[in-house]
Nanobody
Framework: QVQLVESGGGLVQAGGSLSLSCVVS????????MGWFRQAPGKAREFVASISRMGASTDYADSVKGRFTISRDNAKNTVYLQMNSLKPDDTAVYYC???????????????WGQGTQVTVSS
């Protein structure tokens, strides 16, 4: 059974940085694209970034483009999200998820982590 475990969340001041990690156990990690989503209080879950199976292609929401970087290490079964120039609007629970192909639609992701809280203070 596949398991996704996020880590690296926390409290940071606006303008600061955080690096999230998501370790995947079970399944064949390199067979899946991976994505990050976030959900702020009272808002719907939204796409943040995705990366292809070998890491050659990436996709970002406009709201994070140029500030966030998604990457993966298939040898470590891990996907990362480097977040720079953080803003209070980035405050949310961040989730990693896997899909068979790169997509922004959450319905196409078949497995999800429990999430890690990111709080950005002004």
């Amino acid at each position: 059974q596949v398991q996704l475990v996020e880590s690296g969340g926390g409290l940071v001041q606006a303008g600061g940085s955080l690096s999230l990690s998501c370790v995947v156990s079970g399944g064949t990690f390199r067979s899946y694209s991976m994505g990050w989503f976030r959900q702020a209080p009272g808002k719907a879950r939204e796409f943040v970034a995705s990366i292809s199976r070998m890491g050659a292609s990436t996709d970002y929401a406009d709201s994070v483009k140029g500030r966030f970087t998604i990457s993966r290490d298939n040898a470590k079964n891990t996907v990362y999200l480097q977040m720079n120039s953080l803003k209070p609007d980035d405050t949310a629970v961040y989730y990693c998820a896997r899909s068979f192909y790169m997509t922004r639609a959450s319905v196409n992701f078949d497995s999800w982590g429990q999430g890690t809280q990111v709080t950005v203070s002004s």
